[in-house]
């Protein structure tokens, strides 16, 4: 069964940074990109961010271009995503997802196979 974990979510204030890391396991993982996701009540569900997994192409919304910054660790299937510069509209429950199939990769939730729990990132002013 495959399983997406992120963790590294918190409190900080604007200004501040924070590391959130997606894991991934599962005999039956195989993912072309991995996406970040983000939402805030009352939001929908926004595309913070992708990464290409061979090639390790980066893509990012450009609410957070310049601030946000993607990684991986390919023989541990993880992907990290560093935030810097955090402002309080950042606020949101952000979300890993992987995508199996390079046509299902972008900016579209629900083209994605795989999704995580989310974790809680909260800015203060």
């Known amino acids: 069964q495959v399983q997406l974990v992120e963790s590294g979510g918190g409190s900080v204030q604007a200004g501040g940074s924070l590391r959130l890391s997606c894991a991934a396991s599962g005999h039956e993982y195989r993912s072309v990109c991995v996406g970040w996701f983000r939402q805030a009540p009352g939001k929908e569900r926004e595309w913070v961010a992708r990464?290409?997994?061979?090639?390790?192409?980066?893509y990012y919304a450009d609410s957070v271009k310049g601030r946000f910054t993607l990684s991986q660790e390919q023989a541990k299937n993880m992907v990290y995503l560093q935030m810097d510069n955090l402002k309080p509209e950042d606020t949101a429950m952000y979300y890993c997802a992987a995508a199996a199939a390079l046509s299902l990769c972008g900016t579209t939730p629900g083209r994605y196979n795989y999704w995580g729990q989310g974790t809680q990132v909260t800015v203060s002013s």
């Open positions: 990464i290409y997994i061979n090639f390790g192409n980066t």
